[in-house]
């Protein structure tokens, strides 16, 4: 895709596992959520799979190691071996190993995630600034990563050693709820240092590139449940993109998205990989999909019609981001989305 604007969900009349080689799927909210498979999601990813289409998963965690994930795919039901997960700690290895010389020392604020990618590219982790590091990386370290490791991490920025993140995501979901995500911890050491860091994750091209070279995807399809991160990371990489809405977006942010995280298709779930997607037409002043017709006044949207809610929503969506193009900045879609139930 181009990095054009998109005014609306683009239609296709192949199922979307056949039309591209490569699913690049996120894993939380996703694949599974607190631990467990959400609805759906083995059953879809085993007949795309089964009809030819690579799947990869691709995490900016930075704390598990592929292995883990891997494994814990493959209890699931959705067999995964290690060189099907990308992680941003490979990706932020990379990018260090690129910039430092051949078995540089880093100083790893982090989990054993990142200990494995730096040791993968030739590096060697340490623990301490006074290991004379060449780098500083940062990952999500889970929850029982100790205060002292900032501190590390100050002391060798202070001293001019460059830093590296995994990613700024600032949450990260748990099974007890939203908890702080390497982002925030990032934070912490920002406000300490006055530093920036270069970062590798999702939305970054890093990231990307790191999943393409893994995976030699010719035609992928970025799968995922997050604006910000998934969708803004395929409109980076000049890729398609897939959104479903088992996660943490809501109608009223797909609605108010923009440019850059705006999703090539919508739908539910991982179903929607098995299936074609309907074509989103002009219809008056106004756009159709199914038995819907929405369109976009001042400060409102307005939905006419009836039958799959999703249609009504890529009907919607066409009107909000045609709308936002033009000027419109604020609607009102409550009581279109309303009528959908979402």
Same mark, same amino acid.
């Given at each position: 895709?181009?990095?054009?604007?998109?005014?609306?969900?683009?239609?296709?009349?192949?199922?979307?596992?056949?039309?591209?080689?490569?699913?690049?799927?996120?894993?939380?909210?996703?694949?599974?959520?607190?631990?467990?498979?959400?609805?759906?999601?083995?059953?879809?990813?085993?007949?795309?799979?089964?009809?030819?289409?690579?799947?990869?998963?691709?995490?900016?965690?930075?704390?598990?190691?592929?292995?883990?994930?891997?494994?814990?795919?493959?209890?699931?039901?959705?067999?995964?071996?290690?060189?099907?997960?990308?992680?941003?700690?490979?990706?932020?290895?990379?990018?260090?190993?690129?910039?430092?010389?051949?078995?540089?020392?880093?100083?790893?604020?982090?989990?054993?995630?990142?200990?494995?990618?730096?040791?993968?590219?030739?590096?060697?982790?340490?623990?301490?600034?006074?290991?004379? #590091?060449?780098? %500083?990386?940062? &990952?999500? *370290?889970?929850?029982?990563?100790? +205060?002292?490791?900032? =501190?590390? !991490?100050?002391?060798?920025?202070?001293?001019?050693?460059?830093?590296?993140?995994?990613?700024?995501?600032?949450?990260?979901?748990?099974?007890?709820?939203?908890?702080?995500?390497?982002?925030?911890?990032?934070?912490?050491?920002?406000?300490?240092?006055?530093?920036?860091?270069?970062?590798?994750?999702?939305?970054?091209?890093?990231?990307?590139?790191?999943?393409?070279?893994?995976?030699?995807?010719?035609?992928?399809?970025?799968?995922?449940?997050?604006?910000?991160?998934?969708?803004?990371?395929?409109?980076?990489?000049?890729?398609?993109?897939?959104?479903?809405?088992?996660?943490?977006?809501?109608?009223?942010?797909?609605?108010?998205?923009?440019?850059?995280?705006?999703?090539?298709?919508?739908?539910?779930?991982?179903?929607?990989?098995?299936?074609?997607? #309907?074509?989103? %037409?002009?219809? &008056?002043? *106004?756009?159709?999909?199914?038995? +819907?017709?929405?369109? =976009?006044? !001042?400060?409102?949207?307005?939905?006419?019609?009836?039958?799959?809610?999703?249609?009504?929503?890529?009907?919607?969506?066409?009107?909000?981001?045609?709308?936002?193009?033009?000027?419109?900045?604020?609607?009102?879609?409550?009581?279109?989305?309303?009528?959908?139930?979402?």
């Amino acid at each position: 895709m181009s990095q054009s604007v998109r005014t609306r969900p683009e239609g296709s009349g192949q199922a979307l596992s056949e039309a591209y080689d490569t699913a690049l799927l996120d894993l939380d909210g996703v694949v599974y959520a607190g631990g467990s498979a959400i609805a759906y999601a083995v059953e879809s990813l085993a007949t795309a799979r089964a009809g030819g289409m690579h799947l990869a998963y691709v995490t900016n965690n930075a704390l598990r190691t592929p292995d883990t994930v891997a494994d814990h795919l493959t209890e699931l039901g959705i067999p995964t071996g290690a060189d099907d997960v990308i992680t941003s700690a490979q990706a932020v290895a990379r990018l260090i190993s690129e910039q430092v010389p051949a078995g540089a020392r880093v100083l790893v604020i982090g989990g054993e995630g990142l200990r494995v990618a730096l040791r993968e590219r030739g590096l060697v982790p340490v623990e301490s600034a006074e290991d004379d #590091p060449a780098a %500083v990386v940062q &990952g999500y *370290g889970g929850p029982e990563l100790q +205060w002292a490791r900032f =501190a590390e !991490a100050c002391y060798a920025i202070a001293r001019g050693v460059p830093w590296y993140a995994s990613n700024t995501d600032l949450t990260i979901p748990s099974a007890r709820g939203i908890a702080p995500g390497n982002g925030a911890a990032v934070e912490v050491v920002r406000i300490a240092t006055g530093a920036e860091p270069q970062v590798a994750g999702k939305p970054l091209p890093p990231m990307h590139r790191e999943t393409i070279l893994r995976t030699g995807a010719r035609r992928p399809l970025v799968v995922g449940d997050r604006l910000d991160t998934d969708i803004e990371g395929a409109f980076n990489g000049e890729v398609d993109s897939l959104l479903v809405l088992t996660g943490v977006t809501d109608g009223a942010q797909l609605l108010a998205a923009p440019p850059q995280h705006r999703p090539t298709y919508v739908d539910a779930d991982l179903r929607g990989l098995l299936t074609g997607q #309907p074509e989103v %037409v002009e219809a &008056g002043d *106004g756009f159709r999909c199914g038995g +819907w017709t929405a369109t =976009a006044g !001042a400060d409102r949207l307005e939905l006419d019609g009836d039958g799959e809610a999703l249609d009504g929503l890529r009907a919607l969506c066409a009107a909000a981001w045609t709308a936002a193009g033009e000027g419109v900045c604020e609607l009102d879609a409550g009581k279109a989305l309303a009528r959908l139930e979402l």
